[in-house]
């Protein structure tokens, strides 16, 4: 299986400020059509997941553009500018290139 | 606008089984892949499995091929996913997602396994 190491575990962040949550794969994510399946989502508490970028950059309907995605191959990065209230919670990623799918164990952003 | 909706909160007996549903409006299953995930009290996401509804084919991931059964009703535009032979472990919270990048979540819904 693809093992997904996601660092950090937590990550505690002031309002207004900027984080990066790094993402690595055991293994290359390019897919042989020439994708990479390499998506983010967040889960607030109590709440399913959400998307918020998919294919490694694209941002889904609705995610303010404060949320960027980038990387390559096995190395990958989320970040967030400008972290509001409403970002808080714990952030996975998930890689859709092979069988078994596979999420990274979560970061938890979190107010100083 | 696409929702999906979980059946309620399941308490099973250990070595029973139980399940589950997912039903979806405002898009047509039969154009999507039904994934399951789930959550462990406390810990991160794991996949189950998928199913393609258009023609019933599943993928599972090794360690659920003997727990978890996907099925797809595609005139209610349902998907099901039954858990066999329940124990402890298989505490949980279980999602089903749609789409290609899992874009739509259901909201969930907790199995406890408890005798």
């Known amino acids: 299986d693809v093992l997904m190491t996601q660092t950090p575990v937590s990550l505690p962040v002031s309002l207004g400020g900027q984080v990066s949550i790094s993402c690595r794969s055991s293994?290359?994510?390019?897919?042989?059509?020439?994708?990479?399946?390499l998506h983010w989502y967040l889960q607030k508490p109590g709440q399913s997941p959400q998307l918020l970028i998919y294919?490694?950059?694209n941002r889904f309907s609705g995610v303010p553009d404060r949320f960027s995605g980038s990387g390559s191959g096995t190395d990958f990065t989320l970040k967030i500018s400008r972290v509001e209230p409403e970002d808080l919670g714990v952030y996975y990623c998930?890689?859709?290139?092979?069988?078994?799918?596979?999420f990274g164990a979560g970061t938890k952003l979190e107010l100083k | 606008e696409v929702q999906l909706q979980q059946s309620g909160a399941e308490l099973g007996k250990p070595g029973t089984s139980v399940k589950l549903s997912c039903k979806v409006s405002g898009y047509n299953i039969r154009s999507t892949y039904m994934h399951w995930v789930n959550q462990r009290p406390g810990k991160g996401l794991e996949w189950i499995g998928r199913i393609d509804p258009a023609n019933g084919n599943t993928i599972y991931a090794e360690k659920f091929k003997s727990k978890a059964t996907l099925t797809a009703d595609t005139s209610s535009n349902t998907a099901y996913m039954q858990l066999s032979q329940l124990k402890s472990d298989d505490t949980a919270i279980y999602f089903c997602a749609m789409r290609a990048h899992f874009d739509y979540w259901g909201q969930g819904v907790m199995v406890t396994v408890s005798s």
């Open positions: 294919r490694v950059s």
């Open positions: 293994q290359s994510l390019v897919h042989s059509d020439g994708n990479t399946y």
């Open positions: 998930l890689q859709s290139t092979h069988f078994p799918y596979t």
